[in-house]
Protein backbone atom coordinates (compact mmCIF):
# COMPACT_ATOMS: atom_id res chain seq x y z
CA UNK A 1 0.00 0.00 0.00
CA UNK A 2 1.11 3.18 -0.93
CA UNK A 3 0.86 5.08 2.40
CA UNK A 4 1.93 8.51 2.08
CA UNK A 5 -1.10 8.41 -0.63
CA UNK A 6 -3.18 7.26 1.52
CA UNK A 7 -2.40 10.03 3.97
CA UNK A 8 -2.79 12.87 1.57
CA UNK A 9 -5.96 11.35 0.34
CA UNK A 10 -7.15 11.77 3.69
CA UNK A 11 -6.47 15.00 4.38
CA UNK A 12 -7.79 15.98 1.15
CA UNK A 13 -11.40 14.26 1.45
CA UNK A 14 -11.62 14.58 5.00
CA UNK A 15 -14.31 17.40 5.43
CA UNK A 16 -16.52 15.61 3.09
CA UNK A 17 -16.50 13.11 4.84
CA UNK A 18 -17.45 15.04 7.74
CA UNK A 19 -20.52 16.40 6.02
CA UNK A 20 -21.73 12.95 4.99
CA UNK A 21 -21.71 11.37 8.33
CA UNK A 22 -25.00 11.41 10.53
CA UNK A 23 -25.24 14.23 12.83
CA UNK A 24 -24.84 11.68 15.34
CA UNK A 25 -24.87 7.75 15.21
CA UNK A 26 -26.88 7.88 18.15
CA UNK A 27 -29.47 9.36 15.98
CA UNK A 28 -29.56 6.67 13.31
CA UNK A 29 -30.79 2.77 13.24
CA UNK A 30 -27.53 1.71 12.18
CA UNK A 31 -25.66 3.38 14.21
CA UNK A 32 -21.74 2.74 13.29
CA UNK A 33 -22.64 0.58 10.23
CA UNK A 34 -19.23 -0.74 9.07
CA UNK A 35 -20.56 -0.81 5.45
CA UNK A 36 -22.08 2.91 5.96
CA UNK A 37 -18.79 3.99 7.09
CA UNK A 38 -16.69 2.14 4.72
CA UNK A 39 -19.13 3.82 2.17
CA UNK A 40 -18.07 7.33 3.16
CA UNK A 41 -14.71 7.01 3.91
CA UNK A 42 -13.32 4.52 0.89
CA UNK A 43 -11.14 1.58 1.03
CA UNK A 44 -7.64 3.55 1.37
CA UNK A 45 -9.00 6.03 4.43
CA UNK A 46 -11.02 3.40 6.01
CA UNK A 47 -8.04 0.82 6.05
CA UNK A 48 -5.58 3.66 7.53
CA UNK A 49 -8.04 4.96 10.39
CA UNK A 50 -8.31 1.04 11.03
CA UNK A 51 -4.32 0.85 11.39
CA UNK A 52 -4.27 3.53 13.77
CA UNK A 53 -7.39 1.93 16.04
CA UNK A 54 -5.43 -1.43 15.95
CA UNK A 55 -2.14 -0.13 17.04
CA UNK A 56 -3.61 2.29 19.79
CA UNK A 57 -5.63 -0.92 21.10
CA UNK A 58 -2.75 -3.41 20.97
CA UNK A 59 0.18 -1.71 21.33
CA UNK A 60 2.25 -4.76 21.68
CA UNK A 61 1.44 -6.14 17.77
CA UNK A 62 3.58 -6.17 15.42
CA UNK A 63 3.96 -3.65 12.34
CA UNK A 64 3.02 -6.79 10.07
CA UNK A 65 0.15 -8.04 12.71
CA UNK A 66 -1.58 -4.45 12.52
CA UNK A 67 -1.56 -4.15 9.20
CA UNK A 68 -2.89 -7.79 8.71
CA UNK A 69 -6.10 -6.75 11.23
CA UNK A 70 -6.45 -3.50 9.34
CA UNK A 71 -6.81 -5.55 5.79
CA UNK A 72 -9.48 -8.26 7.69
CA UNK A 73 -11.64 -5.63 9.05
CA UNK A 74 -11.27 -3.39 6.04
CA UNK A 75 -12.31 -6.72 3.45
CA UNK A 76 -14.92 -7.67 5.96
CA UNK A 77 -16.44 -4.16 5.80
CA UNK A 78 -15.95 -4.36 1.78
CA UNK A 79 -18.65 -7.76 1.66
CA UNK A 80 -20.64 -5.75 4.14
CA UNK A 81 -20.99 -3.67 1.19
CA UNK A 82 -21.35 -5.68 -1.58
CA UNK A 83 -22.59 -9.28 -1.24
CA UNK A 84 -22.87 -9.78 2.37
CA UNK A 85 -25.16 -6.64 2.63
CA UNK A 86 -27.58 -8.87 4.49
CA UNK A 87 -25.60 -10.18 6.83
CA UNK A 88 -26.64 -9.93 10.69
CA UNK A 89 -22.66 -9.41 11.54
CA UNK A 90 -22.69 -5.82 8.92
CA UNK A 91 -25.03 -4.59 11.35
CA UNK A 92 -23.02 -4.81 14.63
CA UNK A 93 -22.02 -1.46 16.12
CA UNK A 94 -18.39 -0.59 14.58
CA UNK A 95 -16.63 -1.00 17.81
CA UNK A 96 -18.22 -4.17 18.63
CA UNK A 97 -16.60 -5.71 14.95
CA UNK A 98 -12.91 -4.01 15.70
CA UNK A 99 -12.82 -5.74 19.24
CA UNK A 100 -14.09 -9.21 17.36
CA UNK A 101 -10.83 -8.85 15.07
CA UNK A 102 -8.61 -8.26 18.22
CA UNK A 103 -10.06 -11.22 20.06
CA UNK A 104 -9.72 -13.24 17.06
CA UNK A 105 -6.12 -13.32 16.70
CA UNK A 106 -3.82 -15.83 18.81
CA UNK A 107 -0.97 -14.96 21.19
CA UNK A 108 -2.95 -12.10 22.71
CA UNK A 109 -2.83 -13.41 26.05
CA UNK A 110 -2.81 -9.95 27.78
CA UNK A 111 -6.22 -9.33 26.18
CA UNK A 112 -8.25 -12.97 27.18
CA UNK A 113 -9.87 -11.81 30.17
CA UNK A 114 -11.01 -8.36 28.39
CA UNK A 115 -11.98 -10.69 25.17
CA UNK A 116 -14.31 -12.57 27.75
CA UNK A 117 -16.53 -9.90 28.61
CA UNK A 118 -19.25 -8.47 26.99
CA UNK A 119 -19.94 -5.22 25.40
CA UNK A 120 -19.97 -2.47 26.53
CA UNK A 121 -17.45 -3.96 29.37
CA UNK A 122 -15.37 -5.47 26.81
CA UNK A 123 -14.74 -1.57 25.06
CA UNK A 124 -13.62 -0.45 28.88
CA UNK A 125 -11.27 -3.34 29.58
CA UNK A 126 -9.32 -2.81 26.23
CA UNK A 127 -9.24 1.25 26.95
CA UNK A 128 -8.27 0.49 30.39
CA UNK A 129 -5.27 -1.51 29.22
CA UNK A 130 -4.02 1.41 27.18
CA UNK A 131 -0.63 2.54 28.68
CA UNK A 132 0.83 5.86 27.59
CA UNK A 133 3.80 5.54 30.09
CA UNK A 134 7.06 5.79 28.99
CA UNK A 135 9.11 2.80 28.95
CA UNK A 136 6.34 0.51 28.16
CA UNK A 137 7.40 0.44 24.55
CA UNK A 138 10.75 1.46 24.06
CA UNK A 139 11.36 4.81 22.95
CA UNK A 140 12.32 5.27 19.27
CA UNK A 141 15.90 5.46 18.34
CA UNK A 142 17.34 8.08 16.58
CA UNK A 143 18.78 6.75 13.76
CA UNK A 144 21.88 7.68 12.28
CA UNK A 145 20.77 10.42 9.48
CA UNK A 146 22.71 8.53 6.53
CA UNK A 147 20.96 5.34 7.10
CA UNK A 148 17.19 7.17 7.12
CA UNK A 149 18.01 8.84 4.41
CA UNK A 150 18.99 5.40 2.88
CA UNK A 151 15.91 3.69 4.12
CA UNK A 152 13.22 6.80 2.69
CA UNK A 153 15.12 6.17 -0.19
CA UNK A 154 14.54 2.55 -0.18
CA UNK A 155 10.96 2.28 1.32
CA UNK A 156 9.40 5.94 0.33
CA UNK A 157 6.13 4.45 0.03
CA UNK A 158 5.37 2.37 3.28
CA UNK A 159 7.79 4.60 5.72
CA UNK A 160 4.56 6.76 6.35
CA UNK A 161 2.70 3.89 7.27
CA UNK A 162 5.42 2.60 9.56
CA UNK A 163 5.42 6.02 11.05
CA UNK A 164 1.98 5.88 11.92
CA UNK A 165 1.67 2.40 13.44
CA UNK A 166 5.19 3.33 15.47
CA UNK A 167 3.59 6.69 16.61
CA UNK A 168 -0.30 5.45 17.34
CA UNK A 169 1.29 2.38 19.68
CA UNK A 170 3.08 5.07 21.66
CA UNK A 171 0.22 7.30 22.02
CA UNK A 172 -2.89 5.47 22.28
CA UNK A 173 -4.81 8.51 23.30
CA UNK A 174 -3.49 10.63 20.37
CA UNK A 175 -6.13 12.16 17.81
CA UNK A 176 -5.80 10.27 14.80
CA UNK A 177 -5.86 13.46 12.64
CA UNK A 178 -3.02 14.88 14.79
CA UNK A 179 -1.17 11.04 13.74
CA UNK A 180 -1.93 11.87 9.98
CA UNK A 181 -1.46 15.30 10.25
CA UNK A 182 2.41 14.19 11.73
CA UNK A 183 3.07 11.73 9.01
CA UNK A 184 2.93 14.37 6.02
CA UNK A 185 5.24 16.58 8.81
CA UNK A 186 8.04 13.51 9.60
CA UNK A 187 7.26 13.31 5.08
CA UNK A 188 7.89 16.61 4.23
CA UNK A 189 11.28 16.68 6.96
CA UNK A 190 12.70 13.03 5.16
CA UNK A 191 11.90 14.39 1.90
CA UNK A 192 13.73 17.81 3.28
CA UNK A 193 16.62 16.46 4.90
CA UNK A 194 17.19 14.00 2.53
CA UNK A 195 16.93 16.00 -0.82
CA UNK A 196 20.76 15.71 -1.43
CA UNK A 197 22.78 13.19 0.43
CA UNK A 198 25.55 13.83 -2.18
CA UNK A 199 25.96 17.58 -1.38
CA UNK A 200 28.67 18.23 0.70
CA UNK A 201 27.29 22.01 1.59
CA UNK A 202 23.93 19.96 3.11
CA UNK A 203 24.43 19.33 6.67
CA UNK A 204 21.86 15.88 7.10
CA UNK A 205 22.61 16.10 11.36
CA UNK A 206 21.95 19.72 11.32
CA UNK A 207 19.09 19.39 9.08
CA UNK A 208 17.31 16.50 11.45
CA UNK A 209 18.05 18.54 14.70
CA UNK A 210 16.07 21.39 13.60
CA UNK A 211 13.05 19.97 12.17
CA UNK A 212 12.61 16.71 14.43
CA UNK A 213 11.46 18.88 16.83
CA UNK A 214 8.44 20.39 14.86
CA UNK A 215 7.39 16.77 14.79
CA UNK A 216 7.47 15.49 18.05
CA UNK A 217 5.86 18.53 20.07
CA UNK A 218 2.02 17.72 18.67
CA UNK A 219 2.33 14.32 19.58
CA UNK A 220 3.72 14.89 22.56
CA UNK A 221 1.38 17.92 23.74
CA UNK A 222 -1.93 16.81 22.09
CA UNK A 223 -1.30 13.33 23.71
CA UNK A 224 -0.78 14.51 27.25
CA UNK A 225 -4.03 17.28 26.58
CA UNK A 226 -5.67 14.54 25.29
CA UNK A 227 -5.06 12.04 27.88
CA UNK A 228 -5.31 14.87 30.52
CA UNK A 229 -9.18 15.40 29.51
CA UNK A 230 -9.81 11.59 29.36
CA UNK A 231 -8.50 11.76 32.81
CA UNK A 232 -10.90 14.35 34.14
CA UNK A 233 -13.90 12.86 32.34
CA UNK A 234 -13.69 9.54 34.11
CA UNK A 235 -12.55 10.70 37.41
CA UNK A 236 -14.76 13.29 37.84
CA UNK A 237 -17.35 12.82 35.19
CA UNK A 238 -19.49 15.32 32.56
CA UNK A 239 -20.39 18.12 34.64
CA UNK A 240 -16.95 18.80 35.52
CA UNK A 241 -15.78 18.32 32.19
CA UNK A 242 -18.71 20.65 30.76
CA UNK A 243 -17.84 23.53 33.74
CA UNK A 244 -14.20 23.61 32.84
CA UNK A 245 -15.06 23.44 28.77
CA UNK A 246 -18.11 26.24 29.84
CA UNK A 247 -15.17 28.48 31.48
CA UNK A 248 -12.43 28.09 29.13
CA UNK A 249 -14.78 28.85 25.90
CA UNK A 250 -16.51 31.81 27.72
CA UNK A 251 -13.04 33.57 28.04
CA UNK A 252 -11.72 32.82 24.50
CA UNK A 253 -15.18 34.24 22.99
CA UNK A 254 -16.79 36.90 25.85
CA UNK A 255 -18.96 38.10 22.47
CA UNK A 256 -20.54 34.76 22.20
CA UNK A 257 -23.82 34.48 23.81
CA UNK A 258 -24.83 32.18 26.60
CA UNK A 259 -26.70 30.18 23.90
CA UNK A 260 -23.80 29.27 21.67
CA UNK A 261 -21.18 28.89 24.88
CA UNK A 262 -22.90 26.25 26.02
CA UNK A 263 -24.31 24.50 22.35
CA UNK A 264 -20.14 24.35 22.01
CA UNK A 265 -19.78 22.99 25.80
CA UNK A 266 -22.28 20.41 24.94
CA UNK A 267 -20.66 19.09 21.83
CA UNK A 268 -17.25 19.58 23.17
CA UNK A 269 -18.20 17.18 25.99
CA UNK A 270 -19.95 14.40 23.70
CA UNK A 271 -17.01 14.81 21.90
CA UNK A 272 -14.61 13.74 24.59
CA UNK A 273 -17.07 11.08 25.51
CA UNK A 274 -16.42 9.73 22.54
CA UNK A 275 -12.73 10.00 22.36
CA UNK A 276 -12.14 8.92 25.39
CA UNK A 277 -13.90 5.84 24.93
CA UNK A 278 -12.12 5.17 21.95
CA UNK A 279 -14.52 5.48 19.38
CA UNK A 280 -11.86 7.02 17.07
CA UNK A 281 -14.19 7.40 13.78
CA UNK A 282 -16.88 9.03 15.59
CA UNK A 283 -14.42 10.74 17.59
CA UNK A 284 -13.37 12.51 14.06
CA UNK A 285 -16.76 13.52 12.90
CA UNK A 286 -17.13 15.34 16.22
CA UNK A 287 -14.30 17.12 16.30
CA UNK A 288 -14.65 18.41 13.05
CA UNK A 289 -18.45 19.03 12.77
CA UNK A 290 -17.91 21.22 15.51
CA UNK A 291 -15.16 23.37 13.71
CA UNK A 292 -17.89 23.33 11.02
CA UNK A 293 -20.14 25.18 13.64
CA UNK A 294 -17.59 27.45 14.59
CA UNK A 295 -16.52 28.73 11.44
CA UNK A 296 -19.38 29.08 9.80
CA UNK A 297 -20.86 30.98 12.89
CA UNK A 298 -17.45 32.48 13.24
CA UNK A 299 -18.76 36.53 12.89
CA UNK A 300 -20.90 35.71 16.03
CA UNK A 301 -18.28 33.71 17.74
CA UNK A 302 -15.34 35.39 17.91
CA UNK A 303 -13.51 38.16 15.68
CA UNK A 304 -10.28 36.69 16.02
CA UNK A 305 -10.82 33.39 13.97
CA UNK A 306 -11.68 34.42 10.60
CA UNK A 307 -8.05 33.52 9.55
CA UNK A 308 -8.04 30.04 11.40
CA UNK A 309 -11.42 29.23 9.50
CA UNK A 310 -9.35 29.86 6.35
CA UNK A 311 -6.68 27.20 6.49
CA UNK A 312 -6.87 23.82 5.51
CA UNK A 313 -9.09 21.52 7.99
CA UNK A 314 -6.36 19.61 10.06
CA UNK A 315 -4.82 23.24 10.44
CA UNK A 316 -7.71 25.10 12.04
CA UNK A 317 -8.39 23.22 15.09
CA UNK A 318 -4.67 24.11 16.55
CA UNK A 319 -5.15 27.90 14.77
CA UNK A 320 -8.13 28.75 17.02
CA UNK A 321 -6.74 26.91 20.29
CA UNK A 322 -3.62 29.22 19.76
CA UNK A 323 -5.48 32.09 18.83
CA UNK A 324 -5.58 34.61 21.40
CA UNK A 325 -9.06 35.52 23.49
CA UNK A 326 -11.43 37.90 21.75
CA UNK A 327 -11.87 41.62 22.83
CA UNK A 328 -14.60 42.22 25.93
CA UNK A 329 -17.73 43.34 24.65
CA UNK A 330 -17.15 47.08 25.09
CA UNK A 331 -20.37 47.12 26.89
CA UNK A 332 -20.17 44.82 29.22
CA UNK A 333 -20.24 46.03 32.73
CA UNK A 334 -17.31 45.11 35.16
CA UNK A 335 -19.19 43.19 37.67
CA UNK A 336 -21.73 40.72 37.85
CA UNK A 337 -23.46 41.88 41.15
CA UNK A 338 -26.94 40.56 40.04
CA UNK A 339 -26.03 37.14 41.27
CA UNK A 340 -25.49 38.55 44.71
CA UNK A 341 -27.91 41.19 45.42
CA UNK A 342 -31.27 39.80 43.27
CA UNK A 343 -33.83 39.07 45.06
CA UNK A 344 -35.20 36.37 43.44
CA UNK A 345 -31.34 34.53 43.05
CA UNK A 346 -32.54 31.72 45.54
CA UNK A 347 -35.20 31.21 43.71
CA UNK A 348 -33.79 30.45 40.65
CA UNK A 349 -31.11 28.64 41.91
CA UNK A 350 -33.85 26.14 43.37
CA UNK A 351 -35.60 26.30 40.06
CA UNK A 352 -32.74 25.24 37.85
CA UNK A 353 -29.51 24.93 40.03
CA UNK A 354 -26.98 23.85 36.89
CA UNK A 355 -28.50 26.41 34.60
CA UNK A 356 -27.86 29.59 37.20
CA UNK A 357 -24.40 28.44 37.70
CA UNK A 358 -23.61 28.04 34.18
CA UNK A 359 -24.90 31.71 33.53
CA UNK A 360 -22.64 32.63 36.30
CA UNK A 361 -19.52 30.93 35.36
CA UNK A 362 -20.45 32.62 32.05
CA UNK A 363 -20.75 35.87 32.93
CA UNK A 364 -17.95 36.10 35.61
CA UNK A 365 -14.92 34.20 33.06
CA UNK A 366 -15.63 35.97 30.12
CA UNK A 367 -14.95 39.16 32.36
CA UNK A 368 -11.40 37.88 33.72
CA UNK A 369 -9.46 36.19 31.16
CA UNK A 370 -6.50 37.04 33.49
CA UNK A 371 -7.68 34.44 36.02
CA UNK A 372 -6.75 30.51 35.10
CA UNK A 373 -9.84 28.48 34.76
CA UNK A 374 -9.10 26.37 37.17
CA UNK A 375 -9.02 29.51 39.41
CA UNK A 376 -12.55 30.62 38.01
CA UNK A 377 -14.26 26.70 38.55
CA UNK A 378 -12.99 27.31 42.59
CA UNK A 379 -15.00 30.85 42.34
CA UNK A 380 -17.38 28.50 40.88
CA UNK A 381 -17.55 26.25 43.65
CA UNK A 382 -17.52 28.82 46.28
CA UNK A 383 -20.51 30.59 44.62
CA UNK A 384 -22.72 27.32 44.87
CA UNK A 385 -21.46 26.96 48.75
CA UNK A 386 -22.57 30.32 49.32
CA UNK A 387 -25.73 29.79 48.10
CA UNK A 388 -26.74 26.38 49.61
CA UNK A 389 -25.85 27.97 52.51
CA UNK A 390 -27.61 31.80 52.38
CA UNK A 391 -30.75 30.20 50.65
CA UNK A 392 -31.17 28.30 54.04
CA UNK A 393 -31.46 31.80 55.68
CA UNK A 394 -34.25 34.48 56.44
CA UNK A 395 -32.43 36.64 55.28
CA UNK A 396 -30.07 35.46 52.18
CA UNK A 397 -28.70 39.25 50.68
CA UNK A 398 -27.11 39.67 54.18
CA UNK A 399 -25.50 35.96 53.76
CA UNK A 400 -24.27 36.64 50.24
CA UNK A 401 -22.85 40.15 50.62
CA UNK A 402 -19.81 38.18 52.29
CA UNK A 403 -19.32 36.19 49.37
CA UNK A 404 -17.17 39.12 48.17
CA UNK A 405 -14.75 39.11 50.96
CA UNK A 406 -14.34 35.66 50.52
CA UNK A 407 -13.67 35.92 47.32
CA UNK A 408 -11.12 38.87 47.19
CA UNK A 409 -9.26 36.64 49.91
CA UNK A 410 -9.25 33.95 47.56
CA UNK A 411 -7.75 35.93 44.31
CA UNK A 412 -4.97 37.22 46.77
CA UNK A 413 -3.94 34.46 47.92
CA UNK A 414 -3.71 32.68 44.67
CA UNK A 415 -2.29 35.65 43.16
CA UNK A 416 0.31 35.53 45.57
CA UNK A 417 1.61 31.64 45.34
CA UNK A 418 1.81 32.26 42.06
CA UNK A 419 3.88 35.59 43.10
CA UNK A 420 5.99 34.05 45.42
CA UNK A 421 7.00 31.24 43.57
CA UNK A 422 8.11 33.41 40.98
CA UNK A 423 10.03 35.43 42.69
CA UNK A 424 11.73 32.59 44.06
CA UNK A 425 12.76 31.08 40.37
CA UNK A 426 13.96 34.48 39.14
CA UNK A 427 16.12 34.57 42.09
CA UNK A 428 17.27 31.13 42.06
CA UNK A 429 17.46 29.91 38.29
CA UNK A 430 16.18 26.45 36.97
CA UNK A 431 18.78 24.11 39.19
CA UNK A 432 17.76 25.55 42.12
CA UNK A 433 14.52 26.06 41.86
CA UNK A 434 13.96 22.72 40.35
CA UNK A 435 16.25 21.51 43.92
CA UNK A 436 13.13 23.15 46.17
CA UNK A 437 10.85 21.72 44.54
CA UNK A 438 12.20 18.13 44.81
CA UNK A 439 12.66 19.28 48.19
CA UNK A 440 8.90 19.44 48.45
CA UNK A 441 7.91 17.03 46.54
CA UNK A 442 9.71 14.33 48.08
CA UNK A 443 8.76 14.71 51.59
CA UNK A 444 5.07 14.80 49.69
CA UNK A 445 5.76 12.14 47.92
CA UNK A 446 8.54 9.70 49.20
CA UNK A 447 7.27 6.67 47.27
CA UNK A 448 7.66 8.02 43.85
CA UNK A 449 10.93 6.86 42.14
CA UNK A 450 13.91 9.42 41.73
CA UNK A 451 13.58 9.57 38.17
CA UNK A 452 9.63 10.57 38.45
CA UNK A 453 10.63 13.14 41.02
CA UNK A 454 13.23 14.34 39.08
CA UNK A 455 10.52 14.47 36.09
CA UNK A 456 7.54 16.36 37.18
CA UNK A 457 9.55 18.93 38.84
CA UNK A 458 11.36 19.30 35.94
CA UNK A 459 8.20 19.65 33.92
CA UNK A 460 6.98 22.89 36.61
CA UNK A 461 10.77 24.12 36.42
CA UNK A 462 10.12 24.74 32.75
CA UNK A 463 6.75 26.28 33.77
CA UNK A 464 8.40 28.59 35.66
CA UNK A 465 10.42 29.23 32.92
CA UNK A 466 7.83 29.81 30.23
CA UNK A 467 5.22 31.61 32.24
CA UNK A 468 7.55 33.89 35.05
CA UNK A 469 8.15 36.07 32.79
CA UNK A 470 4.84 37.06 31.38
CA UNK A 471 2.65 39.81 32.60
CA UNK A 472 0.57 39.75 35.23
CA UNK A 473 -2.27 39.14 33.40
CA UNK A 474 -1.25 36.58 31.65
CA UNK A 475 0.53 34.80 34.72
CA UNK A 476 -1.94 32.68 36.31
CA UNK A 477 -3.72 31.25 33.31
CA UNK A 478 0.05 30.15 32.12
CA UNK A 479 1.11 28.98 35.67
CA UNK A 480 -2.12 27.36 36.65
CA UNK A 481 -3.31 25.62 33.49
CA UNK A 482 0.14 24.34 32.40
CA UNK A 483 0.71 23.11 36.08
CA UNK A 484 -2.59 21.81 36.13
CA UNK A 485 -1.16 19.29 33.44
CA UNK A 486 1.32 17.72 35.58
CA UNK A 487 -0.71 17.69 38.33
CA UNK A 488 -2.87 15.52 36.32
CA UNK A 489 0.07 13.80 35.28
CA UNK A 490 0.87 12.67 38.83
CA UNK A 491 -2.75 11.60 40.08
CA UNK A 492 -2.66 9.41 36.51
CA UNK A 493 0.54 7.87 38.08
CA UNK A 494 -1.06 7.00 41.53
CA UNK A 495 -4.29 5.85 40.06
CA UNK A 496 -1.72 3.03 38.66
CA UNK A 497 0.22 2.50 41.42
CA UNK A 498 -0.85 4.59 44.82
CA UNK A 499 1.30 6.69 46.05
CA UNK A 500 0.23 7.51 49.51
CA UNK A 501 -3.57 8.34 51.27
CA UNK A 502 -2.71 12.08 51.41
CA UNK A 503 -2.39 12.08 47.58
CA UNK A 504 -5.20 10.14 46.65
CA UNK A 505 -7.46 12.07 49.02
CA UNK A 506 -6.09 15.57 46.32
CA UNK A 507 -6.71 13.82 43.62
CA UNK A 508 -9.77 12.58 44.08
CA UNK A 509 -11.48 15.02 46.13
CA UNK A 510 -12.02 17.99 43.59
CA UNK A 511 -10.44 18.80 40.55
CA UNK A 512 -10.67 22.77 40.66
CA UNK A 513 -9.41 22.25 44.21
CA UNK A 514 -6.22 19.55 43.51
CA UNK A 515 -3.46 22.42 42.71
CA UNK A 516 -4.41 24.22 46.23
CA UNK A 517 -4.64 20.45 48.09
CA UNK A 518 -1.29 19.55 46.61
CA UNK A 519 0.45 22.75 47.67
CA UNK A 520 -0.80 22.07 51.12
CA UNK A 521 0.64 18.47 51.55
CA UNK A 522 2.92 18.35 54.27
CA UNK A 523 5.88 15.42 54.87
CA UNK A 524 3.90 12.28 54.61
CA UNK A 525 4.29 10.87 58.16
CA UNK A 526 3.07 7.03 57.58
CA UNK A 527 6.33 6.73 55.17
CA UNK A 528 9.43 4.37 56.54
CA UNK A 529 12.09 6.30 55.78
CA UNK A 530 15.03 4.34 53.99
CA UNK A 531 17.65 2.54 55.53
CA UNK A 532 21.23 3.83 55.95
CA UNK A 533 22.71 0.88 53.38
CA UNK A 534 26.39 0.66 51.93
CA UNK A 535 24.72 1.54 48.25
CA UNK A 536 22.51 4.36 49.55
CA UNK A 537 25.08 7.01 49.12
CA UNK A 538 27.95 6.05 46.45
CA UNK A 539 30.61 8.46 45.68
CA UNK A 540 32.99 7.78 42.67
CA UNK A 541 35.14 9.72 40.52
CA UNK A 542 32.36 10.29 37.37
CA UNK A 543 31.43 13.35 40.14
CA UNK A 544 34.32 14.90 38.72
CA UNK A 545 32.67 15.38 35.12
CA UNK A 546 32.60 18.17 33.29
CA UNK A 547 29.51 18.01 31.83
CA UNK A 548 27.32 19.96 34.44
CA UNK A 549 24.08 18.39 33.83
CA UNK A 550 24.70 15.24 34.36
CA UNK A 551 26.49 16.22 37.84
CA UNK A 552 23.71 17.91 38.43
CA UNK A 553 21.53 15.29 37.80
CA UNK A 554 23.67 13.08 40.24
CA UNK A 555 23.24 15.53 43.10
CA UNK A 556 19.50 15.47 42.73
CA UNK A 557 19.64 11.79 42.97
CA UNK A 558 21.76 11.92 45.74
CA UNK A 559 19.53 14.95 47.53
CA UNK A 560 16.28 12.72 47.26
CA UNK A 561 17.70 10.11 48.59
CA UNK A 562 18.93 11.98 51.85
CA UNK A 563 15.35 13.45 52.11
CA UNK A 564 14.06 9.75 51.80
CA UNK A 565 16.97 8.77 54.51
CA UNK A 566 15.87 11.76 56.59
CA UNK A 567 12.58 12.99 55.63
CA UNK A 568 12.68 15.74 58.46
CA UNK A 569 15.56 17.15 57.50
CA UNK A 570 15.95 20.78 58.35
CA UNK A 571 16.81 23.65 55.71
CA UNK A 572 20.26 24.08 58.10
CA UNK A 573 21.11 20.34 58.01
CA UNK A 574 21.00 20.14 54.37
CA UNK A 575 23.38 23.41 53.94
CA UNK A 576 25.54 22.09 56.25
CA UNK A 577 25.95 18.62 54.53
CA UNK A 578 25.69 20.64 50.86
CA UNK A 579 28.82 22.72 51.84
CA UNK A 580 30.71 19.08 52.98
CA UNK A 581 29.75 17.80 49.87
CA UNK A 582 31.24 20.32 47.99
CA UNK A 583 34.05 20.51 49.41
CA UNK A 584 34.83 16.83 49.16
CA UNK A 585 34.21 16.83 45.63
CA UNK A 586 36.25 19.82 45.54
CA UNK A 587 39.05 18.21 46.97
CA UNK A 588 38.74 14.62 45.52
CA UNK A 589 38.91 16.27 41.53
CA UNK A 590 41.97 17.93 42.60
CA UNK A 591 43.80 14.62 43.66
CA UNK A 592 45.37 12.57 40.81
CA UNK A 593 43.87 9.27 41.89
CA UNK A 594 40.85 10.70 42.10
CA UNK A 595 38.27 7.29 43.02
CA UNK A 596 40.72 6.75 46.06
CA UNK A 597 40.07 9.96 47.26
CA UNK A 598 36.46 9.02 46.87
CA UNK A 599 36.61 5.81 48.51
CA UNK A 600 38.22 7.38 51.77
CA UNK A 601 36.43 10.42 52.28
CA UNK A 602 33.08 9.18 51.34
CA UNK A 603 32.63 7.06 54.13
CA UNK A 604 33.36 9.71 56.41
CA UNK A 605 31.55 12.23 55.13
CA UNK A 606 28.37 9.93 55.47
CA UNK A 607 29.37 9.66 59.11
CA UNK A 608 29.80 13.13 59.98
CA UNK A 609 26.44 13.91 58.16
CA UNK A 610 24.81 10.83 60.16
CA UNK A 611 25.54 12.61 63.44
CA UNK A 612 24.58 15.85 62.05
CA UNK A 613 21.07 14.26 61.73
CA UNK A 614 21.11 12.72 64.84
CA UNK A 615 21.61 15.87 67.00
Same mark, same amino acid.
Given at each position: ?5 ? *???? $? ?8 ? $? ?161 ? *? ?135 ? *? ?176 ? *? ?116
Amino acid at each position: MNWRTV *IYII $LLVSFTIVRA $LPRSYRDTEEKNSISQRFSQLQENNFKAIAMIMFAQYVQGNTFGQVVKMAEAVTDFAKRCTDVDRDNPNCQQPLDRIFLNTICQEDNLPRFTDCCAKKDPERNDCFLSLKNSSRGFISPFERPNAEAACKNYSEHRHSLPGYFIYEVSRRHPFLYAPTILSVA *IQYDEMMKDCCRSTEDSTHNLDECFRRQAPKVVKPIREDGLRQEHTCGILKKFGERTIKALKLVQISQKFPKADFFTVTKLVSDIANMHKDCCRGDMLECMRDREEILHYVCTNHDVISSKIKKCCEKPLLQRSECI *INTENDDKPANLSPQVREFIEDKGICERFAQEKDTHLARFLYEYSRRHPEFSAQMLLRIGKGYEDLLNECCKTGSPENCCSRGEEELKKHIYETESVMKTSCDIYKEKGDYYFQNELLLSFTKKMPQLTSAELIKFTKQMTTIGSKCCQLSQDKLLPCAEENLDLVLGEICRRHLANP *INPAVCHCCSSSYALRRPCMGKLEIDENYVPLSLTPDLFTFHEDLCTTEEEKLQHKKQEMLINLIKYKPQITQEQLTSITVAFTAMREQCCKEENREACFVKEGPELIKRSEKLLSA
